[in-house]
């Protein structure tokens, strides 16, 4: 059975707790967090099926936040605020929300909408569930909760740390050139980008192996590029 992902972001802790109670009973996964700044970093290492969103925060209002999450992502969003002017309600959907739901509210009107944006998004939206885990000799990366872990040890790694692995743990055992890793995890073509690559590189091997002058893991090919060990 496949269990869903849910963030709540509110600068309310009380509020969160409170949302947080009510989506576990329907047996949701719940990441917590406390502005759109870091709603932004939760979704840069974990897989979100859908986002519980307030307005008013500080740092990062809910309505900015949207915005910056419809650039990459379309997942659900559902904004719950204080502010209950159709005006606002406008905004927030103009801006690519998917629902409003107004402050307080009904718990169980809440969790009916969070499981009717879910629904939506699984079944008929764009949705697609991944093979959940690739794993190579105690190196462990689960691609639904972004994690990794090496030998039962969870690894900390940045955004771009993390695609840099999960593309050659896709293909364990291909050679990629230092073009190849930039171009499909940066997303444009490379000029002059071998340093930072190499960089990169370096710090998931300071993080994964357990002697990174002798990898286990991640392999340089010289004069060609990078890949994982079968």
Not at 139 to 159: C, H, S
Not at 210 to 217: C, G, L
Request: glycine share 4%; charged share 30%.
């Amino acid at each position: 059975m496949q269990t869903y992902n849910v963030l709540v972001v509110d600068d309310d802790a009380e509020i969160v707790e409170a949302i947080s109670i009510y989506l576990k009973k329907e047996y949701l996964n719940v990441y917590a967090a406390f502005n759109g700044l870091e709603a932004l970093q939760v979704l840069d290492k974990q897989e979100i099926h859908l986002i519980v969103l307030d307005v008013m925060m500080p740092k990062l209002d809910g309505i900015e936040a949207t915005l910056r999450i419809r650039e990459s992502r379309n997942i659900p969003i559902l904004i719950v605020s204080a502010k209950t002017e159709d005006a606002d309600k406008i905004i927030g959907l103009n801006a690519g929300a998917d629902d409003y739901i107004s402050k307080p509210f009904n718990p169980l009107e809440l969790t009916a909408r969070v499981r009717s944006q879910l629904r939506r998004y699984t079944r008929l939206g764009d949705y697609k569930p991944t093979d959940e885990v690739i794993s190579i000799r105690g190196l462990v990366l689960n691609k639904n909760m972004r994690t990794i872990t090496v030998d039962d040890e969870e690894v900390r790694l940045t955004a771009t740390e993390y695609k840099i692995l999960e593309l050659l743990m896709e293909h364990k055992g291909r050679v990629f050139s230092i073009d190849e890793i930039y171009e499909k995890v940066w997303k444009e073509p490379n000029f002059n980008g071998e340093n930072t690559v190499a960089v990169h590189v370096r710090r998931i091997r300071e993080k994964i192996e357990i002697n990174p002058r002798e990898p286990k893991y991640l392999k340089v090919v010289w004069g060609i590029g990078y890949k994982i060990e079968k």
